[in-house]
Nanobody
Framework: QVQLVESGGGLVQAGGSLRLSCAAS????????MAWYRQAPGKTREFVAH???????SYADSVKGRFTISRDNAEKSVYLQMNTLKPEDTAVYYC???????????????WGQGTQVTVSS
């Protein structure tokens, strides 16, 4: 089975930085798109950033210029560097990946359990 485990969340003051990490484990042949989503209290889960297997990136307008997504295929990991954090960035952050478990198998979507990020004003 495949698992995604996030780490790096916490409490930070406005203007500060955090770096989130997400490591995949289990039976993995290839990882396609990797992404970060977030869900604030009382709101639906929203897209934050994604990175393709070719390292193309895309960001939500609300985080563009402040957040940077990166990946390390050898470590089966994806990262989110978050700078100039704002109180409105407070949310549970979820890792997402499309993973192929074996040659010829279809890609399947996996989610991590989430890590809390709280930005105080």
């Amino acid at each position: 089975q495949v698992q995604l485990v996030e780490s790096g969340g916490g409490l930070v003051q406005a203007g500060g930085s955090l770096r989130l990490s997400c490591a995949a484990s289990g039976s993995i042949f290839a990882m396609n798109v990797m992404a970060w989503y977030r869900q604030a209290p009382g709101k639906t889960r929203e897209f934050v950033a994604h990175i393709t297997s070719g390292d193309s990136t895309s960001y939500a307008d609300s985080v563009k210029g402040r957040f940077t997504i990166s990946r390390d295929n050898a470590e089966k990991s994806v990262y989110l560097q978050m700078n100039t954090l704002k109180p409105e960035d407070t949310a549970v952050y979820y890792c997402y990946s499309q993973i192929q478990m074996a040659p010829g198998r279809a890609l399947a979507a996996y989610w991590g359990q989430g890590t809390q990020v709280t930005v105080s004003s």
